[in-house]
């Protein structure tokens, strides 16, 4: 149920505290061969999709400045609030899930199967492994919103650490953004090859077609036509021929298993009867059959 996923998440964290149970945390699969990281990034997805977090195609990030910030939070702006009280980026860490899951996450190591894992799924653990780091980047814009909302400039060097701060999270949000659009890129690429490939199986499936129906043509062709059948039967022999690697020596004896005049194309059969000079006469005397004697009889 949805509103036991802070609890059971606080308590995995919990169990990933021993080393032994992260392993089999990481070897579970759910339905559909589901991982445990693509189920954390599911979550992830629909907890941002509840708060309205804006995002681009594909949940990509859809901008660098305070890319964590829901519509309710971005409502209701930074009100002045005692020094003792937390801020709206600060509150938010335990209002929702999104903290859990990036430290189950990182209990357990952003070393994932990439190949189990669809584009979607890579893009939202990019942005939860860079939780931390986006989430400090938003504290720092609301402590430098807060200061010029209150009229107080900082000192110089403190005022260009800051500076230094904020420009330093944004560009961690540009690095997390574009290492999205490149798992977008290759998996466009993916894409396009196995088009590709589905378009190159259609061509040959049709080419086969049209060989069948070629080949079809050609045998009616042989069989209505005589002349067409002879142009056939001779080609059909001068193809046989150049097939052949080497002429047969002088001397040796060499049997045609060719059936000559046939006005058909097709071979008629694996065995041939072959016309052979007579052992007798290449053999000699010595190997020649000796004539066949009656057993003799003796009188009574």
Known sequence: PKTMRNLVLGVLVDICENPKAVSHLAAWRGSGESTTWSLLA????????????????????????????????????????????????????????????????????????SDELSTEDKITLCIIEGYLDLKAGEVWSEVAG???QEGLRPVTPDRESLQEVLHTHEEKAEETLKIQHELLEEQCKNDDEEELQF???????????????????EFVQRTS????????????????DSSRTS???????????????????????????????????????????QPHKEPATVPQ
């Open 42 to 113: 599911q979550l992830w997805r629909e907890e941002e999709a509840e708060m309205g977090v804006p995002r681009g195609r594909v949940n990509t990030l859809a901008g660098s400045f305070q890319p964590l910030v829901g519509v309710e939070q971005n409502a209701s702006g930074m009100p002045p609030l005692p020094s003792h009280c937390p801020s709206a980026a600060v509150t938010d860490i335990t209002d929702n899930t999104r903290a859990k899951i990036f430290a189950l996450c990182s209990k357990m190591g952003f070393q994932f199967p």
């Open 146 to 148: 807060e200061l010029a």
């Open 199 to 217: 378009y190159e199986k259609l061509r040959r499936s049709h080419l086969m077609e049209d060989t069948a129906k070629r080949e079809f043509a």
């Open 225 to 240: 036509h005589h002349k067409v059948l002879q142009e056939a039967k001779k080609h059909q022999l001068v193809t046989i």
């Open 247 to 289: 002429n047969v020596a002088i001397g040796d004896r060499f049997h045609s298993v060719d059936h000559h005049n046939l006005n058909i194309t097709n071979f008629c059969g694996r065995h041939l009867s072959i016309a052979t000079t007579p052992m007798k006469l290449l053999a000699g005397n010595d190997a020649s059959p």
